[in-house]
Each structure stands twice: as structure tokens, then as C-alpha cells.
């Protein structure tokens, strides 16, 4: 039996109606490919129709001009409902511009609630058109609403949403490394604040620090590192090792991924190559770079041990044995990069298929947009050519640019050499070949410049 959705229209008057969308739950198990091809619309409570799901998205849109807050989440749950179940690339093409702007009003009007649902959805609706000018125009649009959303309200599930949104727009819509640094940077000042009298400092929650994190982590995998000042790297990275000794587990897992990231894309050794090389200037630019120099050889030592520690951690009262497996896990892998170079190799099943990581940059996407997407994460793997392409990924039962949805300047964007996911994929060809060139990247990373000091 299919899932079915209801759409109860009442109100006070007969020309003003609000619109109230709930699921049925009971048989919310029993959806597939099939799912919600027809539907029943209950109008005062008296009358049903069938109509299809394009005509339940229209209406769940229609239903973002309410004035009722909590028909407007309900609209919203139903819109993501569908994206999860299917990629509504025909309902995008016709009401794109309609359900980015009602989402944008959501953020900047909505509850908590709210908001969460409506930077859920752009996310959503971000991945499901993929790179080209759509894309950009939801960073472009979506930009300022999500930077003053942070500052509304400190919620931590609000600000974890807005922080997705802000991540998964930029990762397919930041078409210059300028523009995904900006976002970057937005993420930081959550955390990191830059201090001035005209600025009020809350200190942000244990959750709130691992989703922007996570989040930067995460936008830090499409950067090149050389792009970056040493300023930045040794703040950032000073920072995420005093998070390594945080009492909160979750802070500790996504500060030691952030630094996994660092370490693979060379940027610790570039620093030190760069204030090592500085020396040679004036006394003063000497003094304060070899000032800076005995500051990260100091903070690669403690890095190493912190890492140490935390891949043998015991288990402390009250500690989930499922979390503390999970760190130890993961830091023993950071341990075995930063000692050997060896990267973790994951592979997951999708559908009879199999993706397969083999870089902590892979690894810290695919987990961010596993998280984002939740159970639905193999359905868009299956179907979103713009995931297939991040991955490398090709189901053997369909042709990547065979799809019906894919339009032929589509095909020519995948296909350019100057589109975003080839010039990813160069990137991550390029780390890769460092890789293989020599297994000691992490070793040297860790131990650069010990010979001559």
C-alpha cells in the first residue's frame, strides 16, 4: 500500500483557507519508487480527490504564503518528504525560483522550527539542480539571510540547519574558491569570534562548535591549501587542538577530522616551510617568524600526542561504549596518517555497487552528506549525477549522462574542463598522486624540519 498524504483545507471563511499537511505514518515503512504516485486531498473534512504528487508540491508551496507558522513547517516537512522519496527535477524546473524565495521568507521570518525545515529544503534543492547558474543564485540569494539567521537566536538545532545549508550551498554552488572561503569564514566567526566594542561574545555550546566544524571540514575538502595565509593555518589549527581536549566527544571527533583534512592537504608543512624560510629577512621579521616557527614544531608535537591519547582513550562514567569506539577508532586512524601516511579505505554498498574512499577528504564528504540526507543518502546516490560525479561513482544499471533529467548543457558542464567537479576531481587526482609518490606525507607532516633544528 502506498504512503498516502493528506491536505485538510479549513479556515474561518470560504475564500481564506489555511492549508494543514500531515503524513500518515502508519504506513510511512511501505514507501518506494512508487510511493505518493497518487494521493488523497481531504477538503473540509468531507470530500477526497485523487491528484498526484506534483499537485501535492504545488500545493505544499502554495501553502509557504500562509500567515500560520506551523502550516507553513508542515508545508515544508511535506516538500522534503518528496525530495527524499525522489529527485524532483520536473517540480525545480517550474517552481525553482518560487520555493527558493518562500524558503529565504522562512528563514527570515520563522520559528526555529522553521527555519530548520526551510534551510533544509534549499539544501535540498541545491543538490537536486546540481552546478550551473541555479546553484549560484541560491549562494547568492541564500547568503545574508543564513549570515543573519546565526545571529537571531542561538538555538542549537537552528544553527546546526543553517550551518548545513550554508555548507551543501556552497559545496555545489561555489564556483570560486573566493566565494567558498567566504562561507568559510562565516562558519568560523561562530566560533571564533573577531573581538571589537561593538561585539557581544556567547560561548557557543558543544553542539553548535561540532557543526560548524564538521561544517567547515567539510567545504575545506573542495579548497587548495597553498590559497590560504599561514595566519589562518596557525589559527585554525591552534584551535582545533584545544578542542582535542574538550570534555565533549563529539567537539574532540569533528576537531580531530578537521586536522586529519589539514594534514593531508600538506598546509602544516607548507607553514612551517614558509616561516622557517622568512628567517632569512629582516631581525625583526626574524624574530617574530622564528617565533611562529618554534610555535607549530611545539603544536605538532602536542598534536601527536593528543592523538595519541585519544586512540586509547578508557572509557570514562557514563561514557556510551558505541562513542567511545568510535573515537578510538577514528584517531587510531589519524594516528596510523600523521605516523605512516596511510589513509582509512572505506567502501559502503549502494544498491549492487560499491563506493569506495580513499582520502580524508572523500571520507569527511561523504559522511557530511550521509548526515544531511539521512536514510534517503543510497536513493540519491542512485539517481543524483552531480553525487555520482563527486564520488566517482557510476551504477553499473544506468549511463551518468543518460539520464532524461540531464539537459545537454548539462552535459557539457560535467564535461568541461573549467567546471567545479572537474576541477575537483583534478584537485583530488593531484592529492591522490602526492599519495602515491611517497607514504611518508603524514610522517613529514608531523616531523618536518626536526632534522635541522
Known sequence: MNKRNYLNLAGKTQRKNAAILDSDDDNSSESSSSTMRSDRMSVSGTEEVEFNKDSLLDEAVDALYEKRGSTREKALAVIIEAFNSNLQHQFV?????????????????????EISLASHTIGM??????????????????????SQGFKSGSKSSKIASLLECLAIISFVGGNDPEETEKSM????????????????????????????VSAWSFLLTTMDGRRLSPKLWQESITYLSSLLDKDDRSVR????????????????EKFVAEAKGSNDGSVSEGNKSKGGFSHIQGLKGKILNQVRDLSVEAGGKGSAKKDLNNQRNLFK????????????????????DSLQTSTWSQ???????????????????QENEFLQEVFGFSPKRRNLLGSEHISNSEKRMYKSPNSVLNKARTQLLNKQRILSEGRNVGHFAVNVGDEDS
Not at 333 to 352: N, W
Not at 363 to 381: A, W
Request: proline share 4%.
Open 93 to 113: 524546473e517550474k517552481k525553482f525560483a518560487t520555493l527558493l524565495h518562500q524558503c529565504l521568507n522562512s528563514i527570515k521570518k520563522g520559528s526555529s522550527k
Open 333 to 352: 586512524d589519524i594516528l596510523e596518517f600523521l605516523e605512516d601516511g596511510y589513509c582509512p579505505e572505506t567502501s559502503m554498498k549502494i544498491g549492487g
Open 253 to 268: 571527533i569533528a576537531a580531530g577530522e578537521a586536522l586529519a583534512v589539514i594534514f593531508e592537504m600538506g598546509s602544516l
Open 125 to 146: 534543492l541545491a543538490l537536486t539542480v546540481g552546478p550551473g547558474d541555479n546553484a549560484r543564485e541560491i549562494l547568492e540569494e541564500s547568503i545574508t539571510p543564513l
Open 185 to 212: 569564514q562565516i562558519m568560523w566567526q561562530l566560533v571564533h569570534p573577531k573581538l571589537g566594542s561593538n561585539v557581544i561574545t556567547v560561548k557557543p555550546s558543544a553542539a553548535v562548535i561540532t557543526a560548524v
Open 363 to 381: 571520507l569527511i564528504q561523504l559522511s557530511f552528506l550521509r548526515r544531511f540526507l539521512s536514510g534517503d543518502f543510497t536513493k540519491h546516490m
